[in-house]
């Protein structure tokens, strides 16, 4: 099986900064992409930032832009999402997501990590 283990978050000031970490473990074969969803209370779940093509391409969602920086370590599967200028707005739990690949012809399989709790306030 593969897992999807976050960590990083935390209580946080408005203007502060975080680092999450989401480390991929079990089989795998490839990830073609790993992402960071974020889910605030009453909110529905959207997507915060992705990395895609293998760590090729990256997108990031209108809120987050020129704040927020996801960054992939393939070697260690590895996806962390650099957090600065924290708001309020941004208070909630996030979780990693990626699409594995078992083998070289095998097929996609999507998994979730447990989420983290981000808080920002003063």
């Known amino acids: 099986q593969v897992r999807l283990v976050e960590s990083g978050g935390g209580l946080v000031q408005p203007g502060g900064s975080l680092r999450l970490s989401c480390a991929a473990s079990?089989?795998?074969?490839?990830?073609?992409?790993m992402a960071w969803y974020r889910q605030g209370p009453g909110k529905q779940r959207e997507l915060v930032a992705a990395?895609?093509?293998?760590?090729?391409?990256?997108n990031y969602a209108d809120s987050v832009k020129g704040r927020f920086t996801i960054s992939r370590d393939n070697a260690e599967n590895t996806v962390y999402l650099q957090m600065n200028n924290l708001e309020p707005e941004d208070t909630a739990v996030y979780y990693c997501?990626?699409?594995?690949?078992?083998?070289?012809?095998?097929?996609?399989?999507?998994?979730w990590g447990q989420g983290t709790q981000v808080t920002v306030s003063s």
């Open positions: 990395s895609t093509g293998g760590g090729a391409a990256t």
């Open positions: 997501n990626a699409f594995v690949r078992w083998s070289y012809n095998g097929d996609e399989y999507e998994y």
């Open positions: 079990g089989s795998i074969f490839r990830i073609n992409s």
